[in-house]
């Protein structure tokens, strides 16, 4: 199914499952629809039931890639030398594991670029040799060698990484034919959502898990791939075709949210890219207001006029902050539109920005909290013995590692057996144990001590901050250490208001962390990258900074690259539901120079139904006369209520 932008795609998912339990009288337990978020699936499982009914949904399997990877993973561990309670870790614990294999010389941006390589090796299905034969300059090749060593030391941890979650799985099926033939046979029909998304792995693993059956429904829009800097193949929409040659196509392609105006504006932009399917979007939504390009001078003067606009436009039709949205291309272009919403005193909320419990030093803290409160939890002491520095390092937790999984056993548990000193030498093997000493005598006060005394004391028993102060700048460590702070005086609060331990608190910790969520009923204005803003749609949107080097960006004018950002730009054009309006600059300050700008070809490409605002007439008033204005708008506001 070709599913363009606003057209319904997942009442449509939504309504074939229900098709293939009623019609086609397929078992609930043998369908999974898969996407690439939790919230994607949670939402798709609601409406399920509410077609089907809790009874008939029930053994349905709804998930992402990464989570049906899992489940694949635990069932059939057996098979991969793997026990079933191996640890799954996330970015943060692989960094501290390349940060480890390159040695501590190595700079973090270094670390990151081969963490990125290696990734996306994994996703185009190469492994340690393959990758070493593909590499082409000194990163690749300084990545290749650390792949391999990376590779042996999840082995010896007993764990994988996220992409392990969907490349494992697919060496597991081809190598093993009666493991691929149950799987098969327990999964008849697959829905795929977000297709275009997919790549290289996820599609081997989608056409496994389908066979020669060829039972299943692929819904994606080409014209909103813009993933492929994460592995994201756009190719597999157009290999589909060759490798299933009775495959229907359903293009989708009537939009229910936005106005005639803004889908002509972006079907015009879309077509200057080479399409895999043709498809044009319509609406019965009316043609809408007029797309309007306004052009400021600089970057302060944009902010302040996209903000004082969208308080008059609240004002004009007495709509929500939450109908609003301020969209740009680069993290860095929120700062002064951040400013001045907060000068004028407009809610805003930002999406896609990082949060509090997944700072590194919550979460260095929280790893602490995991052992305190599961010494078996392998990911969580791994980042404990090495944070900070212990004199442990990655040849001692490799080799317990050995032995831990010999044993199939945890490592906490191993390093307390007596057949670890065969393992480990003496010293290395007192170190391990003196952590572990420390882990079990926190974990007893930790049930019956307060929460804060006793997150107190272990923080200044490992030397934290000062740790802290030595690894990082001093503004940066201040910041931290603040923090760290905040976190274990709202971790004390809510141990005295609740009346639990710190083991209580921490054996929920899942559920703390969603209390930093912001609440998306929140009546805010929505600030958001174009990438964080798919999926979204929006009443009136603000599309910020639509300028050559910027959208599309300067590093990425090569062809396919440059397709892509159309891509980008045509995501931000349809998450408008009524009005669209974008700006522009006509200079802005790069460090302490500044560079003049031209207009994004892509407004060019949105065709001649635009309205262009004159920067002299529109955009430029006097100072105090601004301010007057902004006075008088402000007071019609307050009386208004």
Known sequence: MLAGA???????????????????????????????????????????????????????????FHSLGARLLRQEAKHIGLKPGFSILDAA??????????????????????????????????????????????????????????????????????????????????????????????????????????????YRLMKLLAGPRASFTAVGDDDQSIYAWRGADIENIRALQTDYPNLKVIKLEQNYRSTTRILQAANSLIAHNPKVFDKRLWSDNGHGAEITVTVCRDGDQEAEWVATRLL??????????????????????????????????IPYQISGGQSFFERSEIKDVIS????????????????????????????????LGTYAGQRHISLFAAACEAGAEQHLSAKALGAVREFCDFINRMEWRAQKEPASVVLNDLLRAIGYETWLFENAEPREAETKWANVQDFVGWLGRKGDEEGKSLIELTQTIALITMLDKQDQDQDAVQLATLHASKGLEFH?????????????HRESLDPVKLEEERRLMYVGITRARNSLTLTHCEKRKQGKEWRDCEPSRFI?????????NNPRTTTTVGAEEGKARLARLKEMLASKG
């Open 6 to 64: 606003g057209s319904g795609k997942t009442g449509v998912i939504t309504h074939k499952i229900a098709y293939l339990v009623r019609e086609c009288g397929i078992n609930a337990q043998n369908i999974a629809a898969i996407t690439f978020t939790n919230k994607a699936a949670r939402e798709m499982h609601e409406r399920v039931e509410k077609v089907l009914g809790s009874s008939a949904a029930d053994g349905l399997t709804i998930s992402t």
């Open 93 to 202: 614990d692989t960094t501290a594991l390349f940060q480890d294999i390159l040695g501590s010389t190595a700079d973090k941006g270094h670390v990151r670029a081969v963490q990125t390589r290696i990734s996306l090796w994994k996703n185009a299905l190469l492994d340690p040799e393959a990758a070493a034969r593909a590499a082409e300059n000194e990163l690749e090749h300084a990545a290749a060698k650390c792949y391999s060593e990376y590779q042996r030391t999840l082995q010896a941890y007993q764990a994988v990484d996220f992409d392990d979650l969907i490349r494992v799985p697919v060496m597991l099926f081809e190598q093993n034919p009666d493991v691929l033939s149950r799987w098969q046979n327990r999964l008849r029909h697959l829905l795929v959502d977000e297709y275009q998304d997919t790549n290289t792995c996820q």
């Open 312 to 345: 008059t436009h609240k004002f004009e039709h007495r709509g929500k902050w939450s109908h609003y949205a301020i969209l740009y291309r680069g993290n860095h272009q929120a700062r002064a539109i951040e400013q001045q919403l907060r000068n004028q005193r």
């Open 368 to 399: 602490y909290l995991r052992l305190l409160a599961n010494s078996d939890e392998d990911p969580a002491f791994i980042r404990s013995i090495t944070t900070p520095r212990r004199g442990i390092g990655g040849a001692t937790l490799e080799a």
């Open 540 to 552: 009136h949107v603000f599309l910020v900074g639509v300028e050559e080097g910027m959208l599309p």
């Open 604 to 612: 060019g490409e949105m065709g001649s139904d635009i309205k262009l």
